[in-house]
């Protein structure tokens, strides 16, 4: 820990200057006014304000604006075998706040996005119970004690492609598995007790209902903890890729257990050991032994901005920010470097912090042209730090895909360019 980790976060004077990149103007908060000589854009008149625009009903369902067509989900093509068993990114380096839209949410399938009436959809509990039940869309959304709940929700082989080093040059392709969304719907701990789970019910197994059979099985006493049935997102139905018109949400565990077009939950006495479980999402060892049940997603961060696919366009001032999440509680303190980790000073977190939520931080700065070395640094409630990749290396090896939440280095050049780099 540097001199700089115990510093007012709020001192973000002294941080700028004990960086090197401290303007007066802007560590008082103030900007540098513009010329004096008026802007053609400004003075002349423009095509828009001119004709009238479109009438409301030109778009019964709104959409971004045509200037925004760039922030989209992409895809890397030779990551997977096919389109049906793929996976697309959300464009992190793009959003601001802590809530994803529900258009860019990343999307992995296993045997493609099925397309289901929900009129025929149901919902199966059997097993170890009292009393086996079938719900109805209908059924569900009649039940009391709706709740809504803000989570996180991250594949476990999001970063994968970075445990052999420096990979995918691109936030969107290196951490883009993971959205934060309001859901909507019910806990699953009132369904099953309506149909009374027997003494000796430990596990829960889950299932979907495209093609590719998804099954995971579940603790019992998370699924009594908060796990829940969704049918919304951020105020609308679950979208196709999400899981409509139902889903299970798990909070702070790893994304494929949040089984989508949910359709049967079972109650048994011991873990299914599916396919899922056993020869995907065990995390393999320089030993050649694998860990198993590692379904929490430890504290992780990264910066967004600057980053390879949002370099630095301008000196003087600009606004370094990114997101962090925990599977274990909520993140109490982000440290941001800009000299590959000599001196450490706390980000400013703006916007709510919820449990297993994303949070949004900043660090307003005042970058000369020199060359940064940018990483951030999460700890969340349960004094948890977030590790370097060679920490993690040193522990767990290299062969895994999974699990990766080691702290990521973007390069910043002197001409704002941004790469993906590693340094020891």
């Known amino acids: 820990m540097s001199d700089t980790d115990n510093a007012n976060p709020l001192d973000r004077r002294k941080f700028l200057k004990a960086a090197g990149l401290a303007g007066a103007g802007v560590a008082a908060g103030a900007l540098p006014a513009h010329a004096a000589e008026p802007e053609k854009v400004i003075v002349e008149k423009q095509e828009w304000n001119q004709a009238l625009g479109a009438g409301v009903q030109n778009a019964p369902y709104g959409k971004p604006s045509p200037f925004e067509k760039h922030v989209v989900r992409r895809d890397v093509e030779w990551l997977t075998a096919s389109r049906e068993s793929s996976v697309n990114f959300t464009p992190l380096h793009e959003l601001d706040g802590i809530i994803t839209p529900n258009g860019l949410c990343f999307e992995r399938h296993h045997g493609g996005a099925p397309v289901i009436d929900p009129a025929k959809h149901r919902l199966m509990i059997h097993g170890l119970v009292d009393k086996p039940l079938v719900f109805t869309m209908n059924d569900l959304k009649r039940f009391p004690g709706r709740i809504n709940r803000a989570y996180f929700l991250e594949c476990a082989a999001n970063s994968g492609m970075e445990w052999r080093g420096a ?205 940064m070395l940018i990483q951030s640094r999460a700890m969340d409630s349960t004094g948890y730090v977030q590790p370097t990749k060679d920490e993690l290396r040193k522990i767990r090896g290299v062969n895994s895909i999974y699990h990766n939440n080691g702290i990521q280095t973007w390069l910043v050049k002197k001409n704002g360019v941004t790469e993906n780099v590693e340094i020891s």
Not at 287 to 305: L, Q
């Open 167 to 371: 990979q995918l040059n691109g936030c969107q392709y290196t951490h883009g598995m993971v959205h934060n969304v309001w859901y909507t719907g019910i806990p699953l701990k009132a369904l099953l007790e309506q149909a009374g789970v027997k003494t000796n019910g430990k596990w829960l197994l889950a299932e979907g209902a495209d093609a590719s059979g998804m099954t995971r099985s579940i603790p019992i006493e998370k699924v009594l903890d908060d796990c829940m049935i969704a049918w919304g997102m951020n105020g609308e139905a679950l979208r196709t890729e999400q899981g409509y018109p139902l889903r299970l949400v798990v909070p702070g565990w790893e994304g494929n257990m949040w089984v989508k077009w949910l359709r049967r939950l079972e109650i048994g006495d011991q873990a299914w050991e599916q396919r899922e479980e056993t020869s995907k999402y065990t995390d393999l060892l320089a030993n050649g032994k694998a860990r198993r049940y590692t379904w929490v997603m430890d504290a992780k961060s990264i910066v967004t901005n600057p980053s390879p696919q949002a370099p630095l366009k301008q000196k003087g001032p600009n606004v370094l920010t990114g997101m962090a999440w925990t599977g274990r509680g909520s993140i109490k303190r982000v440290d941001v470097t800009i000299d590959g980790g000599k001196n450490w000073h706390a980000a400013r977190i703006d916007g709510p912090v919820m449990p297993l939520s994303l949070v949004r931080f900043y660090v307003d700065i005042d970058w000369n042209g020199e060359e």
